[in-house]
């Protein structure tokens, strides 16, 4: 068992857990939209509706995409794009504790977009 190489599944394993753990950040963002007006921050100067948008397509939109592995590496980037901003944007003051969940999803989604989804995934069928 420790000579066989599991890389794949270690994908999958990564892939499901970390982007199952981003949506339980983005969903709630949803009912945001339906709020008049929308009262969310604006961190890239977008103005907060596209804000929302963007990190609705970040924190749900990408890993719903990455957890069924379809468009893996593609839907790798806007997540860590998110997470990025939220890191070094939205909490560029704050200490390392608070930035640190950004940090550690940036993280994972850097190497979901460079090792790609694995075999376990809509991407490698």
Known sequence: MLTK????????????????????????????????????????????????????????VAPILIIIGFKTKLAALPAAITMFVAAFIVHWEDDFGTKEKALLYLVGFLVIFLAGPGKYALDKR
Request: glycine share 12%; net charge negative.
């Open 5 to 60: 190489n599991y890389n794949d599944l270690a994908l999958a394993i990564l892939r499901v857990g970390l982007s199952g753990m981003m949506l339980v950040h983005g969903i709630p963002k949803i009912e945001r939209l339906f709020t008049s007006p929308i009262e969310f921050g604006d961190p890239i100067g977008v103005g907060p509706t596209l804000s929302l948008i963007l990190a609705l397509i970040g924190e749900v």
